[in-house]
């Protein structure tokens, strides 16, 4: 943890999820690493420990490896925000009406999978169903918004809605929107207590977690699969990989095919909770229609104000400060009277972009995997574990929408993203166009 020191810092600013505050992953679970499990799952996040617990209770037995501790990646630094996933329509449309109902329906699925396992685990995480707002920032965003709500419903039902401009106040105190639309069954929750409880219960199903275990090499065996970290190493009969945004080289076959992108959150101090209910008003999840997005939400607890969106820089002694001025700025634009609100917290984390807009999971060379969650991971990395465990048991009723999905990398793309400025640029010169 490391002190924040600027003029929009409040003194005791820190760069580390605000989440970390009630349940920062530590590496409490730490175990011995034994010479052989049937089951290896490589990353302790939101996939590989909701694959671990359909696992365990399928009486296998299941070691989960991670490089830093349960949860530390993404799983305990995202937004919270978990929703229907209406946005992916139009891109599975690609694959004709009956793909497109089938994933969203799924979508739906990933979400009451979460409610399940919260609910019989007993994890408190500030789970809530609290709706979600997108603002349109140009009246011709709000039509696009209108023109796909005509695409769903003309393939299955939907309920969402569109709020015109002069209603928006009752979802979000601010001008700076043209109206938006409005998805009543999005939640939010505690990331980090989330995947804190996944923890505690896959622990509890027997499941072996060793922490501090960073795998660089997996070889295929006749039994099965040698995993290591350069130091010990573990035989395993199946082999998970649940790293997404954080996988690397460890397999080239993933790493060709998942973009690693940064996404950074601040979070403000307390405020006055008059101000909270004025911009807030229904402690909505929220997001711009910007196609560089940007996301934000209330705290659980209601008094604070979190913002979240991309990075302008991942190397350097100003990262932190000039990644966090630029979304206080963009925070401005929707909240101008936040100007004097001090930042209380920064940090950042990696998710895992697919080319295809679309998250996969499947087996490739005996070697399973799930990812690609396209920074709407909470949800959708939770099913994708279970499902993803289901097909490792040979147990699965119904296979998921996204298994015979084409998985593609491109031509010149092994791992590092050097077009990614030149699309964010892109992008950006679009959304500034676009509001003019």
């Known amino acids: ?12 600013a820190v760069n580390e999820p605000y989440w970390w505050e009630d349940a920062k992953p530590t590496a409490t679970l730490e175990a011995d690493l034994p010479s052989h499990s049937e089951v290896v799952i490589v990353g302790g996040g939101f996939t590989g420990l909701n694959a671990a617990l359909t696992l365990a209770r399928a009486g296998r037995q299941v070691t989960v490896l991670d ?5 530390w990646g993404a799983s305990s630094r995202n937004g919270g925000m978990l929703g229907p996933g ?12 009956d793909k497109a109902r089938a994933i969203v329906t799924e979508s739906f699925q990933a979400l009451q999978h979460v409610k399940d396992v919260v609910d019989q685990e007993r994890i408190d995480c500030d789970l809530a169903v609290v709706g979600y ?5 140009t009246p011709r965003a709000y039509d696009a918004m209108g023109a796909q709500l005509e695409r769903i419903r003309k393939v299955m039902p939907c309920d969402a809605y569109l709020v015109p401009y002069a209603e928006q106040h009752g979802e979000i105190g601010t001008d700076f929107y043209h109206g ?5 069954g999005y939640a939010g ?12 219960a896959v622990k509890r199903a027997g499941v072996n977690i060793v922490a501090g275990v960073r795998v660089t090499a997996l070889e295929r065996q006749a039994a099965g699969f040698r995993v290591s970290d350069g130091k010990r190493q573990i035989g395993a009969k199946q082999v998970l990989l649940a790293t997404n945004g954080y996988t690397g080289p460890l397999y080239p076959f993933l790493q060709r095919r998942i973009i690693p992108i940064r996404s950074a959150i601040i979070a403000t101090e307390p405020l006055p909770s008059a101000v909270m209910s004025r911009l807030m008003p229904k402690r909505r999840m929220l997001a711009g229609s910007q196609r560089v997005v940007t996301y ?3 705290s659980p607890d209601g008094t604070r104000i979190l913002f979240g969106g991309r990075v302008l820089k991942v190397t350097g002694e100003d990262v932190v400060e000039t990644n966090a001025a630029h979304l206080r700025k963009q925070m401005l634009q929707v909240f101008p009277e936040l100007a004097d609100a001090g930042i209380s917290h920064y940090w950042h984390g ?10 996969h999971l499947g087996q490739h060379e005996g070697v399973y995997y799930a990812c690609g969650y396209n920074g709407t991971g909470i949800a959708r990395a939770s099913w994708f574990g279970h499902k993803i465990a289901q097909r490792m048991l040979g147990i699965e009723d119904e296979p998921s929408a996204y298994e015979d999905l084409p998985f593609r990398s491109r031509h010149l793309y092994y791992g590092k993203p050097w077009f990614l400025p030149l699309v964010v640029l892109y992008y950006e010169m679009r959304d500034r166009w676009d509001q003019r």
């Not at 207590?193 to 505690?200: D, I, K, P, Q, S």
Request: hydrophobic share 45%.
């Open 189 to 200: 929750l505690h990331p980090a207590r989330y995947v804190a409880g996944l923890a505690h």
């Open 1 to 12: 943890m490391t002190k924040l020191k600027s003029r929009f810092f409040t003194h005791d």
């Open 180 to 184: 938006g639309l409005a998805i009543p």
């Open 350 to 359: 990696q998710t895992g972009f697919t080319f295809d807009k679309l998250p």
């Open 133 to 137: 707002f997108r603002g349109a920032v």
């Open 67 to 71: 490089a830093e501790a349960p949860g």
């Open 86 to 97: 209406w946005a992916t329509f139009d891109t599975a449309m690609a694959y004709g009406p």
């Open 296 to 298: 934000f939400r209330p």
